[in-house]
């Protein structure tokens, strides 16, 4: 009697570190119930799109996917998913304009993908065609009794809390992920062991904003520095916290803590009071430069980066006058700068006009971008001379003869090779010669 082959599973995913780590359970919650995993797309039965909805540009990209996935489909049978936050703010559109997608699954619906997968193989074996969609979401699902399949590697992402409360006008997650929920600290813990066990050198807490984690008496500021704790973790870092709540213990926690690195992701926005009022941050941009102060103050070797939104509904040219002004006072390390882009079913799709050209978003985006470029690389050439303890991660981009890595403040640092400086996961000092805005140069 043959043994019928295990259904071979193609994964790919677009988008934050979030959707990462789902993969990761997706991964798992399929390997229990008997799926198999290949690298090659042209031998998989099943190609699962995991999927951002927060940029347009993150849905150009997966509709561009979906195009050459209906032209495979053409020729060889294959049952197409799609997962994430697309899957779930877009769902009628994705059910009605995308025939090819036989299941649709938001990111609190994994548990049921091994049935729904299962099912609409069965039924492509007899010629048929079942499309079955998980689109619920829930106060409760945190996934924290499934381990992750993890790629080996040097970091583990390891997702501490699911959905957001905070409702920011701009932002569709509240929409895709639901409501706020924190994991049991137990089953964040047995998983860094976990991690570590498998020699993940760096563990990365994920959180929309960790700021609000709390589980039975446990805040964020304990619950880091037990995962710093834990043998074999050489370092610990985390994203996002929330500009308008940072508790004082964290700031402490990661000044005390050897092993918590001393980087901070913080995003501002805009430093216009208007827009960050129209976006519902709850903050001011002087309130957003006194706690860079007090957490500088704190933790003077800190590295402090953010995220810049261009072009918001109504965004005035004394509006971006305002956020310039602000990224100068601030002299952040490095940002992340977006055109703003309109994500349905969000309060600001609903309530203000997407009035900023596109022309003038991507002017006001490029003029930003050259302003922090020069804060970057004069904060990155006060390391020339230093030296710098780095972890070791992997082949620099550009050539094999070199490799890189990053330090505490999540610095890229790149050097050549050389004997016994390239073991990934090993913590390393190189000496930095040089310095652009986007790299350290080690000796």
């Keep these: 009697m043959m043994v019928k082959p295990l259904p071979q599973v193609h994964i790919e995913t677009f988008g934050c570190q979030m959707n990462e780590s789902d993969s990761e359970l997706v991964r798992s919650l399929l390997k229990q119930e008997g799926f198999g995993f290949t690298e090659d797309r042209e031998r998989a039965d099943v190609v699962l799109v995991n999927t951002c909805a927060i940029r347009e540009n993150a849905h150009k990209k997966i509709y561009l996917h979906l195009s050459e996935l209906r032209a495979v489909k053409k020729h060889r049978p294959l049952v197409v998913g799609v997962l994430g936050c697309m899957a779930q703010n877009l769902k009628s559109e994705l059910a009605e304009k995308e025939p090819l997608i036989d299941v649709l699954a938001g990111p609190d619906s994994y548990r ?22 998980a689109l619920d979401l829930s106060e409760y699902e945190t ?19 699911r ?87 964290l700031i402490e926690t990661i000044a005390t803590h050897p092993k918590i690195c001393k980087h901070i992701h913080l995003p501002l926005q805009s430093g216009s009071d208007r827009i960050l009022e129209l976006m519902g941050r709850n903050y001011t941009g002087a309130e957003y430069l006194a706690l860079a102060d007090r957490i500088r103050t704190t933790i003077p070797q800190i590295v402090l980066t953010t995220d810049i939104i261009c ?49 003038v978003k991507g002017m006001r985006v490029a003029q930003l971008l050259e302003t922090q470029r020069r804060i970057t690389l004069e904060r990155n050439r006060r390391y ?26 999540n610095i890229t640092v790149v050097w050549e090779k050389g004997t016994g400086d390239f073991q990934p996961g090993t913590l390393i000092t190189k000496q930095i010669f040089d310095a652009s805005a986007a790299t350290l140069y080690g000796e």
């Excluded at 729904?116 to 065609?129: K, W």
């Design 112 to 133: 049921q993908l091994p049935r729904l997968l299962t099912n609409a193989l069965d039924a492509q074996e007899q010629g048929l065609r079942q499309k079955a969609f």
């Design 163 to 249: 959905g957001c409360d905070n409702f920011c006008s701009f932002c569709v997650v509240p929409y895709t992920r639901g409501r706020e929920r924190s994991r049991d600290p137990e089953s964040i813990l047995l998983e860094a062991r976990d991690a570590s066990t498998r020699g993940f050198k760096q563990i990365t807490l994920l959180g929309q904003n960790v700021n609000s984690y709390y589980h039975e008496g446990w805040d964020f500021a304990r619950l880091i520095s037990a995962v710093a704790d834990q043998p074999g973790i050489e370092r610990v870092r985390f994203t996002s916290p929330h500009p308008k709540d940072f508790p004082p213990a």
């Design 311 to 359: 072009g918001f509904c109504s965004e005035s040219e004394e509006d971006f006058e305002a956020t310039t002004r602000l990224v100068e006072q601030a002299q952040l390390d490095s940002a992340y700068i977006f055109k703003y882009s309109e994500r349905k079913h969000t309060i600001a799709a609903r309530k203000y006009a997407d009035d900023v050209s596109d022309r």
């Design 384 to 409: 020339i001379g230093k030296a710098m303890q780095v972890l070791v991660e992997r082949d620099a981009t550009r050539s094999s003869s070199q490799a890189m890595g990053k330090t505490d403040g």
């Design 143 to 161: 996934y924290e009794n499934i381990m992750p399949d993890r790629n080996n590697g040097v970091n583990a992402w390891i997702t501490v809390m």
